[in-house]
């Protein structure tokens, strides 16, 4: 069963970047889809990004407008791990960040619901 596990969070000033890590064990992580997705206090849980195998060894990347120039995902095959990096970071950026995986080949970024399995989160918080 797979299973992942966040890192990389904390407290950065804005401008700032970080890079998220979410680390999987328990199957391979580039046999499934998989993203980021983040959490505001009182807020709906929204997509981020995700990335997914295609025919060919080609991998199909998606973001939504707010993390397009900003955000970066990256699977790293040898460590079974995808990166989130994130640049340019905004007080409005602050949110728990979870990492998510599917079987399926997409992903519906605007519901969190449709994807199977979940991090447990990592807590990034923007402010001077």
């Known amino acids: 069963q797979l299973q992942l596990v966040e890192s990389g969070g904390g407290l950065v000033r804005p401008g700032g970047s970080l890079r998220l890590s979410c680390a999987a064990s328990g199957d391979n992580l580039d046999d499934w889809t998989v993203g980021w997705f983040r959490q505001a206090p009182g807020k709906e849980r929204e997509g981020i990004s995700y990335?997914?195998?295609?025919?060919?060894?080609?991998?199909?990347?998606e973001y939504t407008d707010f993390a397009k120039g900003r955000f970066t995902i990256v699977r790293d095959k040898a460590k079974n791990t995808v990166y989130l990096q994130m640049n340019s970071l905004r007080p409005e950026d602050t949110a728990v960040y979870y990492c998510?995986?599917?079987?399926?080949?997409?992903?519906?970024?605007?519901?969190?619901?449709?994807?199977?399995?979940w991090g447990q989160g990592t807590q990034v918080t923007v402010s001077s």
């Open positions: 990335t997914a195998r295609r025919d060919g060894g080609q991998y199909y990347t």
């Open positions: 998510a995986a599917d079987y399926s080949p997409f992903f519906e970024l605007t519901n969190w619901r449709t994807v199977s399995t």
